[in-house]
């Protein structure tokens, strides 16, 4: 349907927009700068804050520019003298119920309140505080998100992101007037309720109010600690985002900078879950295969299809508490970053001789389900917690900045060796999509002897930011040993963002899809998109993120995971073959049910 | 021409001498524009206390193109100080239903909802088996509506329109971004008209009567007649349906015990009249509109508690999602608390009164933007028993 040019004024400048365009976005048009805060790109529009509001010519109220559509011959002002004084009341308004305390806050530095008031050189507090006592008691029950309502200005931005990104509503609003506020169910700790920590509300909170539950002086402990050794993997999402909260713009890739960023830290290694990625793709794809070859061939009912990946925390979390008759259907590959933990403290210990007690294994994430993740109890297959600690991409930046390294100028160095070594298939694992590429890549060719029938390997039809993608992969001329694949439809589906997620659950419960294989990556984007990424986030963002993991990946001259050689050299070291033995004692592990309250 | 208060029975008329499903019928026969037009004409304005023409009301949402559409009946009666709704849905509820019937009819609905205050569920039951009837009376006449009960759960602000449709949908009562407005979506985000159970009855009325009779009462800015609550210090505290555009001191004359020192018109969210400008106010939307609430207060009574009174309210009713009311309300009862301990100085509050006209202008609902006019009122008119 075509739309229609509506005429408007903004400040006496004329434009043409098309109907339905909100005056903000009008405004934008013509690089007119509203302020906002409780609008963000990723949500339904809220209206609530009340901080752009514009001044209509003829109205007798202001308007509320990111929830008004502009009509035919309006005209706008967006600085006039009642405006102004709105505004700023309203930004003086926040701040008397805000725990303006910016020195001691973690988020001081990039908080949009911060910004406004400084914008708006709010002296001298001319009203009230009426910040309640109580609401400074933080709720630091989850190992990943911390929740401060004393710095929350109810902009519902995460309640928002919480029930329409993900599907959950573990923050919601409760109670009205001056006792209205976000909060859980029946007001519980963030730790009891159905979170999956997957931490898209810390994207999205304008303040201080929800943020990572930071791990940065343990860190430094450890590595200061002469007693330990102190090695730490990166993720793959790290390295196209670092940079933006380092003074870079979103998209560039940072990863030699980071390594050496990370030396100058003091870490004695720095390796790469991209190592273990590879080795997931292993483990991953011939428990596919396996399944696979045990429905079709041994007629075994008691395997389930599609099988579900498992890399990404929040997703797991998410699926134990909304679908816990579905477990089984989750892959036991523990995650690239806990395999890593395993591996550290076990075959690479022996390897470099330091015992596991003495080690201390640091992951950077672009994840905060990941603190969770190795807090769980099941993460501790070498007889100790097998990654210590999580910095999200964020904390890694505040570390460097800490030490004053120069992160613009640094030369790039490279990964230590060995866990060090990886492809571009488990590059991808950053974006969504990213695991469904590198398991085909690899899969296919255990199969057929052949590569993956795409151009330079690119699986276009599983990239790209939908929320849900779906793909059919014919298998033909296979091996002998696989003979019974011949000619099947391999059907593939890929959702990112829990709400997508829960859509798929239900068309797998229904018995309406016909899927052997699903990829779930918590957050949306995937892990590029994750919730200990650089903040802001945003559509825009996201993309010009994964497309420097796709050229990372195309950079990369392995780009397969079976051809890793430290993945190879593994199998014959220590692990002996994938789904072998050893493999099962510290790469796979299983899932519990979890109650909804 | 000034108006004398004039006592009206056209809302309460004895329902037995006067069938309603002989209106209903008799209307029905007649075309939608037609009725339209007669509304229009009569010039009545929605008696909730916003006051839009009613006629225009039903026409945008005649004009919407649409399957569905819907006649909500607005019983949210939560203006502290009125209670006129209570008796009309116990009194005479044939009259709302024919309202809203006639109403659906005009602008193609088949559904019509009342929307009953969470406190009135004891009028429930009965209003029920009455409704029940009605119901099977439409069913029989092969008229093609019906309507339903809907309880609320005792939020002020869910009588604020928007958030009546959240609450009714069943999500957390909290008022929409306006446009679009509920003639072109409204509840289901179908095309919904939503009246007061006073206009409803004022449709059947009209409908009986003619809007000449109707215009025969009342101003040219205010037509017709209005029921008012009437509490407080007066002797004769109860519901009188009185003609619009009277004088307020012809007013305190009838109701008042003598010793009249203010009236608040329109509730805890209206004006705060004091005597001596009772004799220059009219009650009406030329003066000062209310949606029935007369709230009449003797020298014996401290200003400042009313004020402060009001304020506790909108502080606890404000929905909270909005800036200027969640924290303006809070602000404005701390705020003449501190003053009145001598911790600010009187000139805060004219810094107070800045922040009501924030509130005005830029609170997203009426609630937040009218929590001023009781504030101003009363400051400006009792500064000395705000501050001493």
């Known amino acids: ?585 510290l790469l796979h592990t299983h899932y519990r049910p979890r109650k909804r309250y | 021409m000034e108006k004398y208060l004039k006592k009206v029975d056209i809302i309460f008329e004895d329902t037995k001498a006067l069938s309603c499903v002989n209106v209903l019928e008799k209307t029905l026969k007649r075309s939608p524009d037609e009725i339209i037009l007669d509304l229009i004409d009569s010039g009545l304005k929605g008696r909730g206390g916003a006051g839009f023409p009613t006629g225009l009301k039903w026409k945008f949402t005649r004009n919407e193109d649409s399957d569905v559409k819907y006649v909500i009946c607005n019983a949210d009666e939560g203006e502290p100080g009125t209670f006129k709704d209570r008796e009309i849905i116990d009194k005479v509820p044939e009259k709302i239903f024919t309202g809203m019937t006639i109403c659906g009819y005009v602008i193609g609905a088949k559904e019509g909802y009342i929307y009953l205050r969470g406190e009135y569920n004891f009028l429930l039951k009965g209003l029920q088996t009455k409704l029940d009837k009605f119901n099977d009376m439409l069913k029989q006449k092969h008229i093609d509506f019906i309507i339903h009960l809907k309880s609320g759960s005792g939020a002020y602000v869910c009588g604020e329109e928007s958030a009546l449709f959240e609450s009714m949908e069943g999500k957390r009562g909290e008022p929409r971004n306006k446009p679009p407005y509920p003639t072109v979506a409204g509840y289901n985000s179908k095309p919904t008209v939503i009246n007061n159970v006073e206009t409803l009855v004022y449709t059947t009325m009209i409908c009986h009567m003619g809007p000449e009779k109707f215009k025969e009462l009342g101003t040219k800015d205010s037509r017709g007649s209005k029921v008012f609550s009437v509490s407080g210090d007066t002797p004769i505290a109860g519901i009188y349906e009185l003609e619009l555009g009277m004088p307020l001191n012809q007013f305190v004359e009838e109701f008042g015990d003598g010793d009249t020192k203010a009236v608040q018109v329109g509730g805890a969210s209206g004006h705060c009249v004091p005597r001596k400008k009772f004799n220059d106010t009219i009650i009406g939307f030329e003066g000062i509109p209310t949606g029935g609430s007369m709230m009449i207060f003797n020298s014996s009574r401290s200003m400042y508690n009313v004020l402060h009174d009001y304020l506790e309210f909108f502080t606890e009713e404000s929905c909270g999602q909005c800036t200027p009311c969640r924290v303006g309300c809070q602000q404005l009862l701390k705020g003449i608390e501190a003053v009145k301990r001598g911790e600010k100085a009187p000139a805060y509050l004219d810094d107070l009164k800045k922040v009501t006209n924030t509130m005005k202008i830029a609170a997203k609902c009426g609630l937040g933007q009218s929590v001023g006019n009781p504030f101003n009122s009363i400051v400006d008119n009792f500064r000395e028993e705000i501050i001493y």
């Open chain 1, 1 to 585: 349907m075509n739309k229609y040019l509506v005429n408007l004024k903004i400040n006496n400048m004329p434009i043409s927009v098309e109907e339905g365009t909100t005056i903000l976005d009008a405004a934008r048009q013509l690089n007119l700068r509203i302020p906002t805060l409780c609008h963000h790109p990723d949500l339904s529009v809220a209206g609530n804050c009340r901080v752009c509001v514009v001044e209509v010519k003829g109205a007798r109220l202001l308007a509320a520019s990111c929830a008004t559509p502009v009509s035919e011959g309006m005209e706008v002002f967006t600085n006039s003298e009642k405006v102004r004084i709105a505004r700023k009341h309203i930004v003086e308004l926040l701040l008397t119920e805000h725990n303006a305390d910016c020195t001691k806050c973690f988020k001081s530095g990039n908080c949009e309140l911060q910004d406004l008031a400084t914008e708006y050189r709010i002296g001298d507090h001319v009203f009230l505080d009426i910040v309640k006592p109580q609401s400074k008691i933080q709720d630091i029950s989850s190992p990943s998100i911390v929740k401060d309502d004393s710095k929350c200005i109810r902009c519902q931005r995460c309640v928002r992101t919480c029930d329409e990104l993900q599907g959950l509503t573990a923050l919601a609003v409760t109670n009205k007037g001056d006792h209205q506020k976000i909060s859980t169910f029946l007001n519980k700790p963030l730790n009891d309720v159905v979170c999956s920590t997957c931490g898209q509300c810390i994207n999205r909170c304008p303040t201080g109010a929800l943020t990572e539950h930071t791990n940065i002086e343990e860190v430094w402990n450890a590595i200061y600690d002469p007693s330990k050794f102190a090695v730490v993997q990166t993720a793959p999402a790290t390295r196209i985002a670092l940079g933006e909260d380092l003074g870079l713009t979103p998209g560039e890739r940072v990863t030699g900078k980071m390594v050496s960023a990370l030396k100058r830290l003091g870490f004695n290694k720095v390796l790469d879950t991209d190592f273990t990625a590879d080795l997931t793709i292993m483990e991953e794809g011939t428990e596919l295969l396996t399944r696979l070859k045990k429905i079709l061939v041994e007629k075994d009912d008691s395997v389930k299809l599609p099988m579900m990946t498992s890399c990404s925390p929040g997703w797991i979390k998410f699926q134990e508490h909304m679908y816990p008759d579905l477990l089984e259907n989750l892959s036991t590959c523990k995650s690239p970053q806990q395999m890593f933990g395993a591996l550290a403290k076990t075959y690479y210990a022996e390897k470099i001789n330091i015992k596991a007690q003495d080690m201390i294994v640091v992951s950077i994430m672009p994840c905060v389900a990941k603190k969770f993740e190795c807090e769980r109890s099941e993460m501790r297959d070498s007889g100790y917690q097998d990654v210590d600690f999580v910095l999200t991409t964020r904390e890694l930046a505040m570390m460097i900045k800490q030490a004053g390294i120069d992160f613009n100028h640094i030369e790039e160095e490279h990964y230590d060796s060995i866990l060090g070594e990886s492809t571009g298939a488990a590059v991808i694992f950053g974006a969504t999509g990213g695991v469904m590429e590198a398991a085909l890549r690899t899969a296919y060719e255990i199969v057929t002897g052949r590569e993956v029938p795409f151009t330079n390997l690119n699986i276009q039809p599983v990239r790209g930011m939908d929320g849900i993608k779906e793909a059919s992969i014919k298998i033909k001329n296979v091996k002998p040993e696989w003979s019974f694949l011949e000619g099947v439809d391999l059907n593939v589906a890929i959702a990112n963002g829990l709400a997508n997620a829960r859509k798929l659950m239900e068309k797998v419960k229904s018995g309406e899809a016909n899927y052997h294989f699903i990829e779930i990556m918590g957050c949306p984007g995937g892990c590029l998109g994750g919730g200990g990424q650089p903040i802001p986030t945003s559509p825009e963002i996201r993309k010009k993120r994964a497309e420097a993991i796709y050229s990372e990946d195309a950079n990369m001259p392995i780009r397969k995971s079976h051809e890793n050689p430290e993945v190879v050299e593994v199998y014959e070291q220590f692990l002996g073959e994938p789904l072998g033995h050893k493999s099962h004692d």
